[in-house]
């Protein structure tokens, strides 16, 4: 009976303990199955989603008439689809210029702003505007309000053939020709095969410009290249073709041809909304599909989600798969071998040196920098004043501690040196692109005559006086969502040691903040008692030796 | 030290099971907190963050409730008589440690089943279970709720202050800790005072009238 008694007793408290234990063992990566439940949530919401069309447009009419230019084709697709031209004049993609941004200073690539690439597209636009949607961008004569100017084919074609002309404002070639720019032949496209073949935009079709930024593959963003257009699940968990397979569409949801997502200063969401709570959210955040709290329960990450950006965290290094350029000199251009300019191949492949550009720098695998954000970057402007003695940040993430909806996120921070005027000390436009006998840089390659120009095509002033000055220009690190395994740990942030966070101010991050004064007076206090209990316990050997002796 | 040939050595029942039990129970728990929580707090790389994090938070709430248990039995058995501070004979004791104990004197103040403390052990100890502890298992509390301040309505609170006071208990106990594991060895013998916390038993001198040495305190001269 009382041995009955006692097995009853540990069972009982076994019983207990294992109840007791159990939230905690319930931490990521656990093989027990149960998957949490953001996971579960953000699969509901995207399962089964099988697109349909009630239109094969190569049986359309229209679409089968003989085609010897892109504005015929638009002519064509607004037979039937009368709004479409409308609705992308009103989009970013068309205008290049943010329409939150101030009359007065508007921003965006067709305005005002500056970045440590190419600068600005004042006066390059015939080779910048080759990724423009539209179709004849060539100089500030550009009629925005024409309909059939809009290219309809670069975001819906299929066929993978189209190209516009890296150089031809947009256009397609209209013979065979060679561009010298990457040696490849462009040929004119199949009018009436790509105009057949259109569809939803695929990765393929926000690639061809999104991967390609800055003049190249892996230039500009770090977390966007051609790695991207077939990526597997260990390069992105959404979008690998060995995985869920998400064309960029899938998150960057569409209404009336305006994509979702952040434009300059305006956040791509600006509440926390998910789908359970609003079925026709946009799917640009995380928590739209994943919830603010995804993990399973008792995990601390979810207590997270109010200061971290899921990104931080799930996104440990970008440029996975191909190398990115995290520098760029402009202030070594120009340097010829033989009197000719030339290229110099860097260790990762891309070169390190051109006599057009200066020099680079290549990386791969590269660990952001962490800032706190709110959705927002902003600014500087070809006509704000800047201060040359130290580097300038021509944009910046905005975003405080004490602001509910800034979390600290990811970013890929480009740093450069580019002229600005010493006078003026603003930063200035170089006209670069041009025929050899025009004031373009890489025609004469004379800085003086080629900002004299790019700031006349701008419309700016320019004393005539310049240097070179340090620029930092940052990108939100957010595609390339790697598999939870390659998470972030904890230690990397809760360190004293090389934290991740280092910079970040406004949080009291246990394991990297401590208190010098109490850390200090408690170390005191410890060797102190150390320090005494030694000496009394050396008082009592030798006065019970002295004793014995 | 050397028994005192002069005095009788008894066998007294000190600690009952429960005590002997709470007390590993509670030294285990605070050494693996001391332990865990100077590496969140950045000391040092022993288990890594994540388990000393989680570790260091387990043993926490586990503490906090056999820390009730506790206070449930020191006040249904009267214990918490032992814990009232004096000032009688407190300077003997301080005198003991300081001088006395280096010649071989007896202890002022011998343990006795309803006097288990010293005046000094009292203050001591009291300040331990009635201040020091409490302080760490609630700034402790507040530190791991952190999230639910603002739900709680104490969205004011400053965690860089929470940690700084958790920290700094922290280091208060580590002292004790050190203090207290070379006092256990000042008893008659290095391990006598050991030897009670485990069997309940300790050998005291039993000298006469030292049972109402509350009141009689002052008419002896230990020394």
Redesign the interface.
Same mark, same amino acid.
């Given at each position: 009976m009382k041995r009955l008694k006692i097995a009853g007793n540990i069972l009982l408290a076994l019983w207990m303990l294992g109840f007791y234990?159990h939230p905690?063992s319930a @931490?990521p990566g656990t093989a027990d199955g149960a998957q949490a439940p953001g996971r579960g949530m953000a699969q509901q919401a995207t399962k089964g989603a099988k697109r349909w069309i009630t239109a094969d447009h190569t049986k359309h009419e229209a679409l089968k008439q003989p085609f010897s230019s892109g504005p015929e084709v638009t002519k064509a697709c607004l037979s039937c689809h009368s709004e479409a031209a409308t609705q992308i004049h009103k989009t970013i993609h068309w205008t290049w210029v943010d329409p939150a941004s101030p009359k007065d200073k508007p921003m965006g690539k067709g305005a005002l702003t500056v970045n440590n690439y190419c600068v600005s597209i004042h006066g390059n636009e015939p080779r910048c505007t080759s990724c423009h949607i539209g179709y004849g961008w060539k100089d500030k004569t550009f009629d925005f309000s024409d309909v059939s100017k809009v290219d309809c084919l670069v975001c819906h074609e299929q066929t993978g053939t189209y190209k516009k002309h890296p150089a031809m404002a947009g256009n397609p070639a209209k013979e065979p020709v060679v561009f010298p720019g990457d040696g490849q032949k462009y040929l004119p496209p199949e009018w009436n095969q790509v105009a057949q073949s259109v569809g939803r935009p695929t990765r393929e079709n926000c690639g061809v410009c999104h991967f390609y930024g800055g003049g190249g593959d892996m230039v500009k963003h770090g977390d966007l290249d051609s790695s991207m257009t077939k990526p597997n699940k260990a390069l992105d968990v959404h979008m690998g073709i060995d995985g869920k397979n998400f064309d960029c569409t899938r998150c960057h949801t569409t209404a009336a041809h305006q994509v979702a997502g952040r434009i300059y200063s305006t956040p791509a969401a600006t509440g926390r909304t998910t789908l359970a709570q609003d079925d026709l959210t946009p799917r640009i955040t995380c928590e739209s599909c994943h919830t603010a709290t995804p993990h399973k329960p008792g995990v601390?990450a979810n *207590?997270h989600t *109010?200061k971290v950006a899921c990104q931080t965290c799930h996104i440990s290094e970008f440029a996975r798969a191909l190398p990115t350029k995290m520098r760029w000199d402009w202030s070594t251009a120009g340097q010829k071998k033989d009197g000719k300019p030339y290229k110099e191949k860097g260790p990762l492949g891309p070169p390190v040196y051109d006599t057009q550009k200066g020099n680079f720098t290549w990386e791969k695998n590269v660990r952001p920098q962490y800032f706190w954000y709110s959705g927002r970057i902003d600014a500087v402007s070809f006509k704000d004043p800047i201060d040359p003695t130290k580097p300038v940040a021509l944009n910046w993430p905005v975003g405080r501690p004490d602001d509910p909806n800034a979390r600290i996120a990811p970013f890929k921070v480009h740093t450069g040196k580019q002229p600005y005027d010493t006078v003026n000390k603003t930063m200035l436009v170089p006209h670069l692109f041009g025929p050899p006998d025009s004031d373009a840089y890489w025609a004469k390659y004379d800085w003086k005559i080629a900002l004299e120009s790019g700031m006349k095509k701008a419309g700016l002033a320019f004393s005539g006086q310049f240097d070179f000055v340090e620029t930092s220009y940052v990108f939100p690190t957010t595609h390339m969502v790697a598999p939870k395994e390659k998470s972030v740990?904890?230690?990397e942030c809760?360190?004293?040691d090389n934290s991740r966070m280092a910079n970040i101010q406004g949080?009291?991050l246990?394991?990297? *903040? $401590?208190?010098k004064v109490?850390?200090i007076? $408690?170390?005191a206090?410890?060797l102190? @008692?150390?320090a $005494?209990?030694l000496l009394?316990?050396l $008082?009592?050997a030798v @006065? @019970?030796r002295r004793?014995e002796g | 030290?050397?028994a005192n040939d002069t005095c009788k050595m008894v066998n007294i029942y000190l600690y009952t099971r429960y005590e002997r039990f709470w007390h590993w129970l509670q030294s285990a728990l605070i050494i693996i907190l001391l332990a865990t929580g100077f590496e969140?707090?950045?000391v040092y790389?022993l288990f890594?963050?994540?388990n000393a994090?989680?570790v260091h938070n387990?043993i926490g709430i586990t503490w906090l409730i056999a820390f009730a248990f506790f206070v449930f039995w020191i006040f249904t058995t009267g214990e918490w008589r032992q814990y009232l501070p004096t000032t009688k004979k407190m300077l003997l004791v301080v005198r003991y #440690?300081l001088y006395g104990?280096?010649?071989?004197d007896p202890h002022p103040v011998p343990k006795r089943k309803d006097a288990k403390h010293n005046p000094l052990q009292r203050l001591v100890y009291l300040s331990l279970a009635a201040f020091l502890l409490p302080v760490q298992m609630l700034s402790g509390l507040l530190y791991w709720s #952190?999230?639910s301040w603002s739900a709680w309505g104490l969205g004011w609170m400053?965690?860089?202050v929470v940690?700084?006071v958790h920290?700094?208990g922290?280091?208060?106990i580590?002292?004790?800790l050190?203090?207290h594991l #070379?006092m256990i060895?000042?008893g008659h013998s290095l391990g006598a005072h050991t030897r009670a916390m485990i069997c309940g038993w300790e050998e005291v001198e039993a000298r006469e009238g030292i049972e109402e040495w509350e009141i009689k305190s002052r008419a002896k001269n230990p020394v």
């Amino acid at each position: 009976m009382k041995r009955l008694k006692i097995a009853g007793n540990i069972l009982l408290a076994l019983w207990m303990l294992g109840f007791y234990v159990h939230p905690l063992s319930a @931490s990521p990566g656990t093989a027990d199955g149960a998957q949490a439940p953001g996971r579960g949530m953000a699969q509901q919401a995207t399962k089964g989603a099988k697109r349909w069309i009630t239109a094969d447009h190569t049986k359309h009419e229209a679409l089968k008439q003989p085609f010897s230019s892109g504005p015929e084709v638009t002519k064509a697709c607004l037979s039937c689809h009368s709004e479409a031209a409308t609705q992308i004049h009103k989009t970013i993609h068309w205008t290049w210029v943010d329409p939150a941004s101030p009359k007065d200073k508007p921003m965006g690539k067709g305005a005002l702003t500056v970045n440590n690439y190419c600068v600005s597209i004042h006066g390059n636009e015939p080779r910048c505007t080759s990724c423009h949607i539209g179709y004849g961008w060539k100089d500030k004569t550009f009629d925005f309000s024409d309909v059939s100017k809009v290219d309809c084919l670069v975001c819906h074609e299929q066929t993978g053939t189209y190209k516009k002309h890296p150089a031809m404002a947009g256009n397609p070639a209209k013979e065979p020709v060679v561009f010298p720019g990457d040696g490849q032949k462009y040929l004119p496209p199949e009018w009436n095969q790509v105009a057949q073949s259109v569809g939803r935009p695929t990765r393929e079709n926000c690639g061809v410009c999104h991967f390609y930024g800055g003049g190249g593959d892996m230039v500009k963003h770090g977390d966007l290249d051609s790695s991207m257009t077939k990526p597997n699940k260990a390069l992105d968990v959404h979008m690998g073709i060995d995985g869920k397979n998400f064309d960029c569409t899938r998150c960057h949801t569409t209404a009336a041809h305006q994509v979702a997502g952040r434009i300059y200063s305006t956040p791509a969401a600006t509440g926390r909304t998910t789908l359970a709570q609003d079925d026709l959210t946009p799917r640009i955040t995380c928590e739209s599909c994943h919830t603010a709290t995804p993990h399973k329960p008792g995990v601390k990450a979810n *207590d997270h989600t *109010d200061k971290v950006a899921c990104q931080t965290c799930h996104i440990s290094e970008f440029a996975r798969a191909l190398p990115t350029k995290m520098r760029w000199d402009w202030s070594t251009a120009g340097q010829k071998k033989d009197g000719k300019p030339y290229k110099e191949k860097g260790p990762l492949g891309p070169p390190v040196y051109d006599t057009q550009k200066g020099n680079f720098t290549w990386e791969k695998n590269v660990r952001p920098q962490y800032f706190w954000y709110s959705g927002r970057i902003d600014a500087v402007s070809f006509k704000d004043p800047i201060d040359p003695t130290k580097p300038v940040a021509l944009n910046w993430p905005v975003g405080r501690p004490d602001d509910p909806n800034a979390r600290i996120a990811p970013f890929k921070v480009h740093t450069g040196k580019q002229p600005y005027d010493t006078v003026n000390k603003t930063m200035l436009v170089p006209h670069l692109f041009g025929p050899p006998d025009s004031d373009a840089y890489w025609a004469k390659y004379d800085w003086k005559i080629a900002l004299e120009s790019g700031m006349k095509k701008a419309g700016l002033a320019f004393s005539g006086q310049f240097d070179f000055v340090e620029t930092s220009y940052v990108f939100p690190t957010t595609h390339m969502v790697a598999p939870k395994e390659k998470s972030v740990s904890c230690n990397e942030c809760h360190t004293r040691d090389n934290s991740r966070m280092a910079n970040i101010q406004g949080v009291y991050l246990p394991g990297r *903040d $401590g208190n010098k004064v109490i850390e200090i007076l $408690g170390w005191a206090a410890v060797l102190g @008692s150390f320090a $005494g209990v030694l000496l009394h316990a050396l $008082g009592r050997a030798v @006065s @019970s030796r002295r004793k014995e002796g | 030290m050397n028994a005192n040939d002069t005095c009788k050595m008894v066998n007294i029942y000190l600690y009952t099971r429960y005590e002997r039990f709470w007390h590993w129970l509670q030294s285990a728990l605070i050494i693996i907190l001391l332990a865990t929580g100077f590496e969140t707090n950045g000391v040092y790389t022993l288990f890594g963050f994540k388990n000393a994090f989680d570790v260091h938070n387990f043993i926490g709430i586990t503490w906090l409730i056999a820390f009730a248990f506790f206070v449930f039995w020191i006040f249904t058995t009267g214990e918490w008589r032992q814990y009232l501070p004096t000032t009688k004979k407190m300077l003997l004791v301080v005198r003991y #440690y300081l001088y006395g104990i280096f010649r071989g004197d007896p202890h002022p103040v011998p343990k006795r089943k309803d006097a288990k403390h010293n005046p000094l052990q009292r203050l001591v100890y009291l300040s331990l279970a009635a201040f020091l502890l409490p302080v760490q298992m609630l700034s402790g509390l507040l530190y791991w709720s #952190y999230n639910s301040w603002s739900a709680w309505g104490l969205g004011w609170m400053s965690l860089n202050v929470v940690a700084a006071v958790h920290l700094a208990g922290g280091f208060a106990i580590l002292s004790f800790l050190i203090v207290h594991l #070379y006092m256990i060895t000042t008893g008659h013998s290095l391990g006598a005072h050991t030897r009670a916390m485990i069997c309940g038993w300790e050998e005291v001198e039993a000298r006469e009238g030292i049972e109402e040495w509350e009141i009689k305190s002052r008419a002896k001269n230990p020394v």
